[in-house]
């Protein structure tokens, strides 16, 4: 099931639904619609009306929309309505905003070796064999996301900006000291992440051993939808998933690489980020950029330079969609 948060533009505050053949199903007035013109007595009405609402009690939540589904959708979408309001709407008309608009935290994890190895040869380093050893991340900001098709500012101060092609999971029900083997029970999905950096502003902050911050707080992509981890059961391959990831800038294809590429799995991603701490249902989770999938590998002089204003970058992960922004 692909779950989305989304308004219309100009109308609403964000509300969650379902994606099915190109409709916006929303969830709240499809379950309306059953209990008045099918006299529904599921407990639909208990489905919540937010994301991390719906993330606190998934395993209860999700039963709940996947029961909705198979029940809306035997009618014909395109005439429901409730107090003159479309139950669903056409997907190209709705405005996105990341699947969990207001996440508890954003931890963005370091966990290709090719991006790694790249990145440390930049600044003249080898790699330090304590990264194999543990999987490590830093904090990034979760008020500052933009959902797909969002115009992203340029930052001030920053004539380097970057994409950065990364898979990112969203954290159901939640714990502490998880361990790798538990872990994918605390998965509701998996979405799509850029990080932007400006690379000139990280590269001065990080030569004082400290960040990135100011490279990276001031915007983060994260979308389209939450792909439910159950859509994706085929396609894990020794502790990874395979899912091919490709990054467009302008229609043009600059980076294509494999989720399968993670050096850490993502049981033991989990178990770091819970150690001693409490993971809380909506927090995201960012593997890192695959190798390839930022212009710091790539290089400028090979892609036409840093990114500036008018730059549309597309960053597709196969079977989660596509993310696409526009740097205003």
Known sequence: MRLLTYSTQGRESPRVGFLQDGWVVDTIRSTR????????????????????AILADWNHQFARVQNLAGRILKEDLSTLTVDNTPVAVKEASVHFHPPVPDPPTFRDFYAFERHVKAAREKRGLEMDPTWYKIPVFYYSNPTSLYGHRAEVPKPAGTEALDFELELGIIIAGGGKDISAREAQKLIAGFTIINDWS?????????????????????????????VTADELEDSWKDDTLDLEMKAFRNGKEVSNGNANDLYHSWGAIIERASSNTRLLPGDLLGSGTVGTGCILELQPENVGGWLKRGDVMRLEIERLGALENTIV
């Open 33 to 52: 619609w059953l209990k008045k013109n099918r006299s529904s007595s599921e407990d639909f009405d208990k489905i919540s009306l937010g994301m991390r």
């Open 198 to 226: 400006a690379r000139d502003i990280q590269r001065e902050e990080m030569a004082l051993n400290l960040g990135p911050a100011k490279g990276k707080d001031f915007a983060t992509s994260v979308g389209p939808y939450l």
